[in-house]
């Protein structure tokens, strides 16, 4: 297994509830007979990742379908804001459970699974407290990977899996295209939520600014990554279909009734853009369909 070297790879990148475009992402890559042998994931990109990692068939569309519009995926961010604030006076760390999400990974994996039990070999990304680092898992038990690669600060807890703890994989890699390049992969699909799509202005107040910052410390090692990219690796960005008129309400992040919505929108954009790059849009990684 330590000298596999994957041709194709799909990589997930996080963002919440806008990571349901990347359903729509992936339908249309399914669709054309574009397949992964290995698949990269952060944060709530992580569960689509896992989803297609353990069937990577057309038949996982509709298990994330399922899960994009579950009651376990609406429990994420649904408590109220009296039971958020009881649980930070008690914690003083989080404002979440994380039970929900650990509910969600059993639905879309059938129960707990390992990483050497999936179909497709599959990394997830987190963010090491202790080392101050990234973290790629790529072996044992999936869901405690999960749940690691989704503690989003201040809305969940850290995730402890062994003596270690972690926090959401976008912290340190929003958009995972260096663990597909490392892995040598040659041919990258890259799923993400949109926002890289969407131009920086000069922030004009306190929170403005705040988004700004976080919006550049996601993007920059994507950017990067990118601009490192080595001679011979293609790298193809699927389009998000655009932004939804609530994206910008302060609690767009819990606003999972849009996930059909955001998923079509995805569907609809990435299949132009994939018959416009049709020479590579027939290429399987040999799995039966």
């Excluded at 349901?20 to 042998?37: F, T």
């Excluded at 914690?91 to 059993?106: F, G």
């Excluded at 569907?267 to 039966?288: P, Q």
Aim: proline share 7%.
């Amino acid at each position: 297994m330590n000298d596999y070297t994957p041709t194709t790879a799909f990589v997930f990148g996080g963002g919440g509830v806008r990571g349901a475009v990347e359903v729509g992402m992936l339908k249309a890559l399914l669709e054309r007979g574009v397949y992964p042998d290995l698949v990269v994931g952060t944060s709530v990109g992580a569960m689509n990742a896992a989803a297609l990692a353990q069937n990577p068939t057309l038949e996982v569309i509709d298990t994330l379908i399922e899960a994009w519009s579950s009651p376990e995926a609406a429990a994420i961010y649904g408590e109220g804001i009296f039971s958020q604030a009881g649980r930070a006076l008690r914690t003083h760390t989080h404002l979440n459970s994380p039970e929900p999400i650990r509910q969600l990974a059993k639905k879309i994996l059938n129960g707990d699974v390992s990483f050497e039990d999936l179909a497709v070999p599959l990394q997830v990304v987190a963010a090491s407290i202790e080392r101050a680092s990234e973290h790629v898992f790529a072996s044992g038990p999936v869901i405690p990977a999960l749940l690691a690669s989704t503690a989003v600060p201040g809305l969940f807890p850290p995730a402890q899996v062994g003596d270690e703890h972690f926090i959401d994989g976008g912290m340190v890699n929003s958009i995972p295209l260096s663990p597909a390049i490392n892995a040598g992969a040659k041919e990258i699909y890259v799923m993400q939520v949109g926002r890289i799509e969407e131009p920086l202005d000069v922030p004009r107040t306190p929170v403005d600014t705040a988004r700004v910052a976080f919006e550049i410390s996601r993007r920059h090692r994507f950017f990067e990554d990118l601009e490192d990219c080595p001679e011979g690796v293609e790298i193809f960005v699927l389009p998000s279909g655009g932004r939804l008129k609530k994206d910008d309400g302060p609690m767009a992040y819990k606003d999972v009734a849009q996930a059909r919505a955001r998923i079509d929108r995805a569907y609809r954009a990435s299949a132009v853009y994939l018959a416009e790059h049709s020479e590579h849009s027939r290429r399987t990684a040999g799995y039966d369909t």
